[in-house]
C-alpha cells in the first residue's frame, strides 16, 4: 500500500513536472489604461512589435480572421477609428505556425457580454465572466486580454471567442499583438512539482518509521 501511494505521487509529480497539467495563463487590463497616446498605452499593456490596429483589411503577416468586418465603432477602438466589429458569430483568430502569445482588446454595447467564452485551439481556456479586470458597459471598452503559453503548452494557433448565450451581443476587437515585452513570469507549475516532491519525502519517511 504505502509503495503504491509513494509511487502514485511520483507519478503526478512527473506529470505536472513535463506540463502536462497546465492551462495558458491569463493577463487582462481593465479599459481605464486605454490612452490615445498608443506607444504609452503599450508600455503598460507589455507589448510590441506588428500590431494590427483593425484600420483596413490588410491585417499582419500569419493573422487570418473569418468574418472580417472593419467598423468605425464609437468607444470601441482602442487605437485609430476602426475595429473588426462582428454580430450574432464566432470569431476565430488564426496564427499562421502558431504564436506563443496572443492579445487582443474587446468591446461591447450589451450588458450580457458575459455570455461567452474563451478557446484556445478549439480548447475552453476561460468563461467572458471570468476574465480579471472585466468592466460591463452599455456601450464602450470592457477588457484588454493577453494569453500566454506556458511551458509545455500546445503553440497558439486559433483563438476563439465563442457566444454561449443567445443574445445580440456584438463585440469589437481591436490592438491585436503577437509579441509581448513585459518580464517573463515564474512558471506556476514549477511550486507545484515542489510540493508534490515535499509530500512525497516526508509520506516516504512516515511509512519507513511505521515499518
Known amino acids: 500500500m504505502k509503495n503504491s501511494l509513494i509511487g502514485i505521487l511520483l507519478f503526478l509529480s512527473l506529470f505536472i513536472s513535463s506540463g502536462k497539467l497546465l492551462a495558458y495563463s491569463i493577463t487582462t487590463f481593465g479599459p481605464d489604461v486605454f490612452t490615445t497616446d498608443t506607444a504609452a498605452m503599450d508600455a503598460i499593456l507589455g507589448v510590441s512589435g506588428l500590431i494590427e490596429d483593425f484600420e483596413d483589411t490588410t491585417l499582419i503577416p500569419g493573422l487570418s480572421v473569418n468574418n472580417l468586418n472593419i467598423s468605425t465603432r464609437a468607444f470601441y477602438e482602442w487605437d485609430g477609428s476602426r475595429v473588426h466589429h462582428t454580430q450574432f458569430s464566432t470569431d476565430v483568430f488564426t496564427i499562421a505556425g502558431g504564436t506563443d502569445f496572443f492579445a487582443v482588446s474587446l468591446s461591447s454595447s450589451v450588458p ?21 479586470n472585466f468592466v460591463s458597459v452599455d456601450i464602450g471598452r470592457n477588457v484588454y486580454i493577453k494569453i500566454r503559453q506556458e511551458s509545455g503548452d500546445a503553440a497558439i494557433n486559433t483563438v476563439t471567442f465563442e457566444r454561449t448565450l443567445n443574445s445580440a451581443d456584438d463585440y469589437g476587437y481591436d490592438h491585436l499583438a503577437l509579441n509581448e515585452t513585459s518580464a517573463a513570469i515564474p512558471e506556476p507549475h514549477f ?10 519525502l516526508i509520506l516516504g519517511r512516515h511509512f519507513r518509521c511505521l515499518a
Open 112 to 132: 450580457s457580454f458575459g455570455g461567452g467564452q474563451i478557446l484556445i485551439n478549439g480548447n475552453f481556456l476561460t468563461a467572458f465572466s471570468s476574465l480579471p
Open 191 to 200: 511550486i507545484g512539482i515542489l510540493g508534490f516532491a515535499f509530500l512525497t
